[in-house]
């Protein structure tokens, strides 16, 4: 596969993904109180021994988002965070080398433009981040997105085998059941291909399946969004509201693109990009659809009000083949300007990444114990409760806007894997609002939306009254563990 694999430029590549497996293996443990890592779904479910699923309704779809991890169900000790974590390593290492490929094809003899493309995807914020924590897409769209790349490089330089268009294929459908505005990827793609491309038949053909494949999943997610969850039709919360004014839409702009410079310069290149194929049109190559698919895909997250450094992340991958191109084909004193305005990039990502590496870490050697140490209080006679508002103590349907259910099912799922319980004999942990129920004896967990409320402050005076104080505050989490 590799050309030349001898070369510094594949082992510097080799180096730093065995650097960054390292990273993402350290102390491999699941993490509770980030709130952002959302292990507690992969902790009720292939943990546990149970397939994976992922999360849908209110506007949410992304059926194949976890689907991989059931793969680590058929080998021994696949249900340790240590299996999924190197499972994450693999992917991430064949992803990478895939992508390199790709990228050295693309620029032919620039033998230094690939890797210094691939040292900007290592240091994006992102990258370690949806490999340390199991929950995000992102990763699984790295690998898809790297072997449709891959694949449909070999299409455009000519050979035809049906098998490249097969295995390109079926990493774009894929991709569109990982993330909702997948789907747009392709249409912007193959709409910009089949205007200003030059196609065989073959390549005509493909590009129509790939408008097909988005409208498919376009009749799948308006049904469920509008008829069998029908989660806007009867006014119910929803995960993203698309933006109503201008204002709010430049707010999120800066949000999203502050977060990750890298997007300015993909931005401008697009821009770039789109004067020079409408001035001259034999100057388009099939980079600069996915440098478009990538814009228009980060762009979907402004409009939807939901900016994070990693929705980011395929946008980056998609336009990284149409920047290696213009660096490698650039004159010296530009290339010169590009290089130092990537390395400014890297400099405001790299510090990010750091953080997150550190939260995580931190988190992966305090969460266990603090689980084991309200088990080990359980067992010493002390009763767990939930405490929330009356009327909040029924337990109802999930939903991603009930902040105190979902804290509160989370506090279940970890309790219940630590323990050694399973789902349908819960470790005994209620949720109640009933605060005569609070004694000397009782551990309270309670969310920070209960002790604003106005309960807040009975409830804080039965504490109080009783002898309870603050033993443990989660910041990230939202949420505070009283005991005496």
């Known amino acids: 596969m590799f050309h030349n694999s001898h070369s510094v430029s594949y082992w510097i590549v080799i180096f730093l993904l065995i650097i960054l497996s390292a990273i993402v293996l350290w102390d491999a443990n699941w993490v509770f109180e980030i709130f952002w890592a959302d292990d507690y779904q992969l902790v009720s479910t292939t943990a546990m021994g149970r397939p994976s699923h992922s999360y849908t309704g209110s506007g949410r779809f992304w059926p194949l988002g976890l689907c991989d991890y059931c793969l680590l169900l058929l080998i021994p000790y696949g249900k340790t965070i240590t299996a999924h974590l190197i499972y994450n390593c693999v992917t991430m290492i064949i992803a990478s080398l895939l992508f390199f490929e790709f990228l050295k094809k693309l620029v032919g003899r620039n033998s230094y433009v690939p890797v210094f493309c691939m040292l900007i995807l290592f240091s994006i914020s992102s990258f370690v981040l949806i490999h340390m924590a199991c929950i995000y897409p992102e990763r699984q769209m790295f690998f898809m997105l790297s072997v449709f790349l891959f694949f449909y490089q070999k299409v455009v330089d000519g050979n035809h085998d049906v098998r490249n268009y097969a295995m390109a294929f079926f990493a774009a459908v894929y991709t569109t059941y990982l993330k909702e505005p997948a789907f747009g990827i392709w249409i912007i793609f193959a709409v910009a291909n089949l205007i200003f491309g030059k196609l065989s038949l073959r390549e005509h053909r493909f590009n129509y399946a790939l408008l097909g494949n988005s409208f498919v999943w376009m009749t799948i997610y308006m049904y469920r969004t509008f008829f069998r969850d029908r989660t806007f039709i009867d006014g119910g919360a929803a995960y993203a509201r698309v933006s109503d004014n201008v204002q709010t839409v430049f ?99 790299i510090p990010v990444s750091l953080s997150w590496i550190s939260a995580t870490i931190n988190h992966r050697a305090t969460d266990p114990s603090m689980f084991e140490k309200l088990i080990n209080l359980q067992k010493s006679g002390k009763k767990i409760l939930w405490l929330t508002e009356p009327g909040k103590e029924v337990i109802t349907k999930e939903t991603m806007v009930e902040l105190d259910q979902m804290k509160f099912r989370r506090y279940q799922i970890f309790l219940d894997y630590y323990s050694g319980h399973h789902q349908k004999f819960h470790f005994p942990f209620k949720k109640v609002s009933d605060y005569s129920k609070i004694n000397e004896d009782t551990i309270v967990i309670c969310s920070n939306e209960t002790l604003a409320s106005e309960h807040g402050k009975k409830l804080i005076e039965k504490l109080k009254e009783v002898g309870l104080v603050l033993m443990h505050s989660n910041d990230e989490m939202g949420s505070k563990i009283f005991w005496k």
């Not at 990693?310 to 290696?324: K, N, S």
């Open 251 to 349: 707010s999120n702009f800066l949000n999203q693109f502050n977060q990750e410079p890298f997007l300015y310069m993909l931005l401008i290149l697009a821009v770039y990009r789109t004067y020079i194929i409408l001035r001259k049109r034999v100057e388009y190559n099939f980079c600069d659809a996915l440098l478009f698919s990538g814009v228009g895909y980060v762009f979907a997250y402004v409009i939807l009000n939901v900016q994070a450094n990693h929705y980011c992340f395929p946008t980056i991958i998609l336009g990284v083949g149409a920047f290696a191109m213009f660096l490698a084909r650039s004159q010296n004193y530009i290339k010169f300007v590009i290089i130092l305005c990537s390395i400014m990039c890297s400099l405001v990502s």
